[in-house]
């Protein structure tokens, strides 16, 4: 009994991470790309982003991991008066970095 309990806490816990990073609207109008897509573009600075690796004690989905480091990137280069952003590091423990760069349209 006691173990269902906890199953189901852990499970409540993990479905519960799924939003919580939101993409700004700001955000919204930012690229991903490769480093081969920015030859044309100023590279203007640099996004660390950083998120959790594990709830309690369990690993998160890499999927989900690399979704919310983008969507963070994202909202950041953003801020910076980026238009793109390129993943320049592996993931490790939760954080990533990110080149921002400011294309032509």
Do not use: H
């Not at 919310?68 to 280069?77: C, F, K, T």
């Not at 953003?78 to 990110?98: C, K, M, R, W, Y």
């Amino acid at each position: 009994m006691i173990r269902l309990f906890l199953a189901a806490i852990v499970v409540s816990v993990i479905s519960a991470c799924s939003s919580w990073v939101q993409v700004t609207v700001e955000g919204q109008a930012v690229r991903v790309a490769t480093a081969t897509e920015v030859s044309s573009c100023a590279r203007i600075g640099r996004a660390r982003s950083k998120t959790l690796s594990r709830v309690i004690l369990v690993e998160r989905g890499g999927e989900r991991l690399q979704e919310e480091l983008l969507s963070l990137a994202r909202n950041e280069a953003a801020d910076l008066g980026g238009n793109t952003v390129v993943p320049e590091s592996i993931i490790e423990a939760g954080e990533q970095s990110f080149g921002v760069y400011r294309c032509p349209e």
